[in-house]
């Protein structure tokens, strides 16, 4: 983003305060994941995280049970719920929110979809690789948190590094060196 000129910031400056509050009302208009975020800190002061939460935890669940046919269209799926979880994060900054929610959405599909992803083969590359990677982000991410919470997730770190260790992300786990159990 180039910077401003700084005859132009002199001259935003002297505009009145009207005129400014109009050309940024118009500005956030654009830009819909701040004007999501701004609704969330100034009109819903932080308080609706677990509603929102609930929502994404929803939306998984229900695309997880649509049964898709092959392990590609099971991993657009997943990027569709990864994507509702990283805006989550860009609106809240809900760094726990955002490991339990993956682990849902990992464990999620696992458990309606596993059998698409028992054996590796050419039709289960992309989405093992995919499932591998995604595990290795939020065991890194899960670590970053307070210590507290290592607890919490123990349960849903193992049931999913079980589900990546004995079907088809199997290979990527060994290349990640993902563990095969979490230890707290």
């Known amino acids: 983003m180039p910077a401003l000129d700084p005859d132009l910031k002199k001259a935003i400056v002297r505009m009145s305060g009207g005129e400014k509050d109009k050309l ?3 500005l ?3 830009d819909a994941v701040l004007t999501e975020k701004l609704q969330f800190e100034l009109v819903e002061e932080g308080k609706t995280i677990d509603e929102r939460r609930s929502l ?6 229900r695309t997880s049970r649509l049964h ?3 392990p590609g269209w099971l991993m657009m ?3 569709t719920a990864s994507g509702y979880i990283s805006r989550h994060l860009k609106v809240t900054k809900d760094k726990y929110g955002e490991v339990e929610l993956m682990l849902c959405m990992l464990n999620t599909f696992y458990e309606h979809n596993a059998h698409l992803l028992q054996k590796y ?4 590359d992309k989405a093992a690789e995919y499932i591998a990677k995604r595990t290795d982000q939020v065991l890194k991410k899960a670590l ?3 210590p507290d919470y290592h607890i919490e997730f123990a349960d849903e770190i193992n049931k999913l590094l079980s589900w990546v260790h004995y079907t088809a992300p199997a290979h990527y786990a060994r290349q990640l060196g993902l563990p095969k159990e ?3």
């Open 144 to 146: 970053k948190l307070d």
């Open 56 to 61: 994404i935890r929803e939306f998984i669940d």
């Open 24 to 26: 940024l009302l118009r």
């Open 77 to 79: 799926d997943m990027r």
């Open 182 to 184: 979490w230890q707290v």
């Open 68 to 70: 898709a046919d092959t």
């Open 121 to 124: 083969n050419s039709r289960s």
């Open 28 to 30: 956030i208009a654009k």
